[in-house]
């Protein structure tokens, strides 16, 4: 501990004694300051002059060039832009024009449709009425035809009876007229 | 304070009696400005549109050093750009190549602050007066000041304009001076107290360079701007 001590003493004082030795300021020695002058007079012309003649106007020339290069770009992104943005107005208009149009055929051929659905219709119907009227005819004519066969079978059967049951052949003309009056009084029921 | 020695490199040279030989301080300049010279040649070779990494630096450089001049002195600082630029970039680079250990930090001399400093303050009042002529006189009589008062604070105006070149360089230089001098301070402290106690002052090395590379990049942005804003009261006169 002792030796310690003694020696970080010794190089305390050995340090003190060689800051003594450096002690004050080369830079108030005037020996070399005409010297120090000349030679940054002379560095600082020659660095001044290569930076303001060859280095500067290259720097800025590059920046120039990229600052126009930006600005061309950008202007003909704008450009490009605009073309876009009225080529979407047209493809609008277009969208709009065709959009009118397809309503209109739609709707002229729903015109179309229903009148030639109508005038089918109307045909079908007369047809239809025709043959409905064509079936009433018939089925009167058929109706009138079997009163006469009624009648006639009738008749026939009037006799027949009588004749079973009597075992009397009766004048035709009388059944028929019976026959005819019965039946003129009912008809009306079927017909 | 061995690092702010300057000695001869090479021969002597003696132009009319006086001491011009190429020196350790001469040597660190050069290759300040032979480093900038380099940056810039690679970050302008390539004319890209998307920039390389270098390019992008010497670009992101270019577009401080020029929004710093149009932010502070306007549109008719613009002739004076490449001067500021320079001076900027020298400034900044010899401060950063000081920072190397076992370099010459060249701004940590106030000789060479002082040149820079009168060069930049003899220029600026050329060009105010050229611009206004005698009316440039008037930066030392303040608008809207009491007349009892415009003899004290033009005095103090004048004062304050002929102390520029003094402060502008001081401030250079003492920054630069102080921050090396307690780097090499600490250093002392890591070899003097040995592996047992020199732990402490070595992580404030650590702590302190990183500091001193802020500083480094610090004043020479100070340096820029004040010269900006110096130009402002030349071209633009409102006072």
Not at chain 1, 88 to 114: F, G, M
Not at chain 2, 70 to 89: C, H, N, Q, R, V
Request: net charge positive.
């Amino acid at each position: 501990m002792k030796s310690f001590l003694s020696t970080f003493i010794a190089t305390l004082v050995i340090n003190s004694d060689l800051y003594a030795a450096e002690a004050g300021m080369p830079q108030l020695d005037p020996k070399y300051w005409a010297s120090q002058a000349f030679w940054l007079i002379v560095v600082f012309a020659v660095l001044y002059i290569s930076i303001s003649k060859f280095y500067l106007p290259k720097i800025k020339n590059n920046l120039d060039n990229r600052e126009n290069k930006i600005k061309e770009d950008v202007d003909y992104a704008n450009k490009f832009k605009e073309q876009s943005e009225s080529k979407i107005k047209e493809y609008e208009v277009i969208i709009e024009k065709a959009k009118k149009e397809v309503a209109k055929i739609i709707l002229q051929s729903k015109n179309n449709l229903d009148k030639d659905i109508q005038s089918k219709k109307e045909s079908l119907e007369k047809e239809i009425e025709k043959e409905i009227s064509k079936a009433h005819s018939e089925i009167s004519e058929m109706k009138k035809n079997s009163i006469s066969s009624i009648q006639n079978l009738s008749e026939n059967i009037t006799s027949t009876i009588i004749q079973s049951i009597s075992g009397d052949k009766l004048n035709e003309s009388s059944i028929k007229a019976t026959v005819e009056d019965v039946t003129r009084k009912n008809v009306s029921r079927y017909l | 304070m061995q690092q702010f020695t300057v000695h001869r490199i090479g021969p002597e040279i003696k132009i009319a009696g006086i001491d011009l030989s190429f020196t350790n301080a001469s040597m660190f300049m050069v290759i300040s400005a032979s480093v900038i010279l380099l940056f810039l040649f690679l970050g302008s070779k390539e004319k890209k549109i998307i920039p390389n990494k270098i390019q992008l630096i010497a670009e992101i450089f270019y577009s401080f050093v020029a929004k710093m001049i149009s932010d502070t002195a306007g549109s008719k600082a613009k002739p004076y750009f490449p001067f500021i630029f320079s001076l900027f970039m020298f400034v900044l680079f010899c401060n950063m190549v000081g920072m190397l250990p076992y370099s010459f930090t060249v701004t940590s001399h106030i000789i060479v602050t002082l040149i820079m400093a009168l060069f930049i303050f003899i220029a600026v009042t050329i060009i105010g007066f050229i611009k206004h002529g005698f009316k440039y006189l008037s930066i030392f009589v303040p608008s809207g000041v009491p007349a009892v008062l415009l003899p004290l604070i033009t005095i103090i105006e004048i004062i304050s304009y002929l102390s520029r070149p003094v402060s502008l360089s001081v401030r250079l230089f003492a920054n630069m001076m102080a921050g090396h001098t307690m780097l090499k301070v600490f250093g002392g402290f890591v070899v003097s107290l040995g592996i047992l106690g020199g732990w402490l002052p070595l992580s404030f090395s650590v702590a302190l360079t990183g500091l001193e590379i802020l500083v480094a990049f610090l004043q020479a942005y100070v340096f820029a701007i004040l010269t900006c804003i110096y130009l402002n009261d030349a071209l633009n006169l409102h006072h």
